[in-house]
């Protein structure tokens, strides 16, 4: 419960504090804060979808977390990590073409790195036909 | 790897959500092995067949 609680918080914080730019944001919008924006919707929907399953499960006076939710869990993080490898070259490459800060990049490894996860743990939950 | 586990869930009138209950589950790994989309640990795999009165063998069974 404590999890989910975390989680629903901190998807909120991010809401609040994504509409809080967006409301004194004076100039236009740019293909990198379009993009963010969409980064931005989809780990905090990703965060709330998991938040969901686990309030359900509580209410159903069942386990919120068991052994094939914490496989999924790991899958999903060994793929964000390989695809963070890939990602770590594509930034690498990015850093000498563009003049991006450095807490820019930062940023979007970290954004980058969710991302990956949720794509990852999608896959494995959704997609692949088999779980070990 | 496939199971009865439908059709002892069915024999013993229980709910999946019954069975995830008793097992320490959530429905959803429960879902996933009568779909035989999951092979259970075999801590889990005795759980379920002590729910039903069975051998793990008698519930479980290895293809190939």
Known sequence: ?132 | MTNRIRELRARDNLTQSDLARRVGVRRETIVFLEQNKYNPSLKLAYDIAKVFGMKIEEVFEVEG
């Open chain 1, 1 to 132: 419960m404590r999890k989910a609680i975390f989680m629903v918080v901190l998807a909120v914080s991010l809401i609040v504090s994504f509409s809080y730019w967006l409301i004194f944001k004076n100039d236009q919008m740019n293909t990198q804060e379009i993009l963010m924006i969409g980064a931005l919707v989809l780990v905090v929907g990703f965060s709330l979808f998991l938040a969901f399953r686990r309030l359900r499960d509580a209410k159903e006076n069942l386990p919120q977390e068991d052994e094939m939710s914490k496989g999924l869990m790991r899958r999903g993080t060994s793929t964000a990590y390989y695809i963070s490898l890939i990602m770590w070259l594509g930034v690498d490459y990015m850093s000498d073409k563009t003049k991006l800060e450095c807490h820019s990049l930062i940023g979007a490894g970290i954004m980058g790195m969710a991302i990956a996860f949720a794509l990852g743990w999608i896959y494995h939950r959704y997609i692949r036909r088999t779980h070990d």
